[in-house]
T-cell receptor, first 111, second 115 residues
Framework: GQSLEQPSEVTAVEGAIVQINCTYQ??????LSWYQQHDGGAPTFLSYNALDGLEETGRFSSFLSRSDSYGYLLLQELQMKDSASYFC????????????FGTGTLLAVQP | DTEVTQTPKHLVMGMTNKKSLKCEQHMGHRAMYWYKQKAKKPPELMFV???????INESVPSRFSPECPNSSLLNLHLHALQPEDSALYLC??????????????FGPGTRLLVL
């Protein structure tokens, strides 16, 4: 099985850069995904890392280090609308369609 | 169309009621999922349907009964629920090809309150 740990809350100001960390323990690794969920809304896919390194998608980047069992989501030029919960997620290798979500990080962007 | 729809948006039911949650997608996805999410917690997987067959049941109590009538529809039948079952119920779908990276598309959820 897998477990993915994240900080529970992060606070930052508009225009700043923030990093949300995810450490995982897994018996098999099939990549790390990131999802965003606004309060009362549906989780939406942000990014995926299969291999070590940085993936960039606009203001959002995601990094993975498999040797350290660690990844992070980097949000640049923060906007108020980025206030949301962010979840890392990994696949359970024993069950191909099973996605395990991290504990989640609530990001509060302040003016 | 990259939308997953869910009805109803809100549901209040008593512990003796029977109700159903519905989910629909028209993206041609062959994997569909039910998740339960409590406030300030991550989504917890309940069921996975792959090609209209139940492939994963995460030891969910029998008072929750999933059904997949066809490749576009997914239902969750509820009966004799407990107050602790109150939560946001999310439906999701994905291509179902079993690739390592398979984005899941979530519906807006049904917020369920059991009295």
């Amino acid at each position: 099985g897998q477990s993915l740990e994240q900080p529970s809350e992060v606070t930052a100001v508009e225009g700043a850069i923030v990093q949300i960390n995810c450490t995982y323990q897994t018996s098999g690794f099939y990549g790390l995904s990131w999802y965003q969920q606004h309060d009362g809304g549906a989780p939406t896919f942000l990014s995926y890392n299969a291999l070590d390194g940085l993936e960039e998608t606009g203001r959002f980047s995601s990094f993975l280090s498999r040797s350290d069992s660690y990844g992070y989501l980097l949000l640049q030029e923060l906007q108020m609308k980025d206030s949301a919960s962010y979840f890392c997620a990994g696949k359970d290798g024993g069950a191909t369609n099973k996605l395990i979500f991290g504990t989640g990080t609530l990001l509060a962007v302040q003016p | 169309d990259t939308e997953v729809t869910q009805t109803p948006k809100h549901l209040v039911m008593g512990m003796t009621n029977k109700k159903s949650l519905k989910c629909e997608q028209h993206m041609g996805h062959r994997a569909m999922y039910w998740y339960k999410q409590k406030a300030k917690k991550p989504p917890e997987l309940m069921f996975v349907y792959s090609y209209e067959k139940l492939s994963i049941n995460e030891s969910v109590p029998s008072r929750f009964s999933p059904e997949c009538p066809n490749s576009s529809l997914l239902n969750l039948h509820l009966h004799a629920l407990q107050p602790e079952d109150s939560a946001l119920y999310l439906c999701a779908s994905s291509h179902g090809a079993g690739q390592a990276q398979e984005t899941q598309y979530f519906g807006p959820g049904t917020r369920l309150l059991v009295l």
